[in-house]
Every structure is written in C-alpha cells, then in structure tokens.
C-alpha cells in the first residue's frame, strides 16, 4: 500500500496509484468539528486522519488588500478593492516573505506530517491583483493604464518567488496556487489580455516552483487553458461543473495534466449522503481509469457544507476509488 504521500504525487504525474487519491486545501472547522463530535478545532493531521485525507495543508498566501466582510453562514469574502489609483501603491505593505518566525512554523509544520502530502498554498499574483483592484477598477485600469495593472501583478509574483526560494528546500512535497482569473462562462478577460499581461507575469513566478505544483481558478478557462498550461503545473483544480466539463478535458488533456475537483460544492450544501456517495462514484468511474485524477471539491469545503454529506464523500472515495478501477 502507498503512503498518502506517494498516492498523491504518482497521481500527479498522470499514473495510477494504490487508490484514487483525496485530496482538500481549505476546510471549514465547524464542518469537520461535527464530524468529529468535538468543540475544538482539528489540526491539520486530526482532519486528515478523520477521514483519510492524503494532504495536510499550510498557508503561505500574500494579503489582499481589500475590504473583506462575513457573510449569514459564516463565509468570508472580499468587496471593494483598495488599490485604485498609483497613489494607492504604498497600501501594498506585504509581511517579509522571508520571516525567520514564518519559516520556522512552516520546517516545524513539514517536520511533523508524517506520511502526508505536504501542500503549500500560494498565489502567483492574478488573484491578489485583481482583488486588490475589484473588478470595475482592473477593467478601467486595462483602458486607462495597463502598466499599473502590471505593477500589482509583479509585485505579487515578485513576493512569491521570494517565498520560493525557502519553501522548494523545507521538505513541501507540492505547491497549490490559488488564483481565480475566471467567471462560469469565461475569462475575466480576453485571451489577448491574458497573453500580454498576465502569462508573462505568471510565468515568471510559477519558474520559480520546483516542486510539483497545481492552478487553481474557479470558472471557464477553456478559452486560456492552451496558453494557461504551458505554465508547466502538474494540475488543475477545481474543474468547476457548471463552468466546465471534465469528461472532455480528461479526453483532450489527460495525458498533459493531472484533473482535481469537480464534486460539486452545491451539492455538498443541499444534496443527500446518498447522492453524493452516487456522485463520487460516477467521477472516479468515468475520469479515474489510467490515473491522473484527484477527488476533491469543485472548490473548497465551505462553513455551509453539510457534515454528513462531506463525510460520505470521503468515504466514497474508499469505497470506489482502489485501482484497478471496476464500476
């Protein structure tokens, strides 16, 4: 048998591995505390050892700097963007990537995770730009003045690679970009855009990660995916459902990327157990045979999941996902 460890980086190179692998970033406490029938929050190993998770994860992401507020159920999301003007710049105070204190949580936190994939969550700058500047603003600035666009994305991927420099030599075992460039039906911008302003940015930054690596953006990539992956990840995450269609991409890109997600994070919210173990069984079945795949959400475990239903879909995978594949 592998250890999580080995499960996760075999599917990563696009292989079949003991069982398909399970794998979450981010994972609301009140869920997996009621899971566990305690009041107090689980650790990283506790929640992987709960339901047989192969990562742990560890957080490395920049600030936004933005105005951000808690919504009914106890999400919280960014609203107005701070960076508007170039005279905004010097609100960009970012914490030193290079933090004797932040390094030593993160050798401690990667000295301790056993068996498990070691997952470190960053951004290559798109996101942070684009929800420091807000939507209306990135897309006035494109008119008005590309260069400052392009300013916050560097400064960004600039952090990041510093970051880099530390976190490729600790003992990570993947890094997990996070970097939402995408609505359901498309791009937030043209492929031009994404070609001229952002892949040369992003580019610089993502060589910097010597690690196996995954992308994730919600949404519709598929007008930017060609150029989006010549980036050089190891996977795609979170193949959202409504956005796009992952038996095609299993069809034209399985042999050039590992595919996670795509469980639908609605359906963890509003759906029966039942539905959700039929779920799970129907992705590993179809997208599973001959590797390169990881069950995960088609986001995150949100404040609003119901226990019962992520805990069915982590025992799904159990149930169907052993290799060879027979369902």
């Excluded at 939402?180 to 930054?205: G, H, M, N, Y």
């Excluded at 095609?248 to 997600?261: E, S, T």
Aim: charged share 30%.
């Amino acid at each position: 048998m592998m250890t999580s460890r080995e499960r996760v980086l075999t599917a990563l190179k696009g292989k079949e591995a003991d069982r398909v692998p399970f794998c979450e970033q981010s994972i609301a406490q009140n869920v997996v505390m009621s899971i566990a029938g305690r009041d107090k929050e689980l650790t990283q190993k506790e929640i992987s050892k709960l339901l047989k998770r192969d990562n742990v994860a560890f957080d490395l992401t920049p600030p936004i700097f933005a105005r951000k507020e808690i919504s009914d159920d106890g999400q919280s999301y960014y609203t107005e963007g701070l960076i508007k003007t170039r005279d905004d710049l010097k609100l960009m105070k970012f914490p030193d990537p290079k933090d004797k204190e932040l390094i030593a949580r993160a050798k401690e936190f990667v000295k301790g995770k056993e068996d498990y994939a070691a997952a470190a969550s960053v951004r290559l700058g798109a996101a942070g730009m684009l929800n420091s500047m807000g939507v209306d603003n990135f897309c006035m600035a494109l008119a008005d003045d590309p260069s400052l666009v392009s300013e916050i994305l560097e400064k960004y991927a600039e952090w990041t690679m510093s970051l880099m420099e530390w976190v490729n030599e600790i003992g990570f075992d993947l890094v997990w970009s996070f970097d939402d460039i995408a609505f359901r039906t498309a791009p937030l911008f043209s492929p031009e855009v994404f070609r001229e302003i952002f892949l040369p940015v992003l580019r610089k930054a993502s060589s910097t990660i010597k690690l196996p690596w995954i992308y994730h953006s919600d949404g519709n990539l598929m007008p930017i995916l060609d150029d989006l992956l010549t980036l050089g990840m190891s996977g795609l995450h979170p193949v959202e459902p409504e956005a796009m269609d992952i038996e095609k991409l299993k069809l034209d890109y399985g042999r050039r990327i590992c595919l996670l997600g795509n469980i639908n994070v609605h359906h963890l919210a509003t759906r029966s157990p039942e539905e959700i173990d039929e779920e799970v069984k129907e992705r590993i079945s179809c997208i599973a045979l001959g590797g390169g795949y990881i069950v995960s959400s088609s986001n995150s475990i949100p404040s609003y999941a119901k226990p019962e239903n992520f805990l069915a879909m982590a025992k799904a995978i159990q149930k169907y996902g052993k290799y060879p594949i027979h369902l």
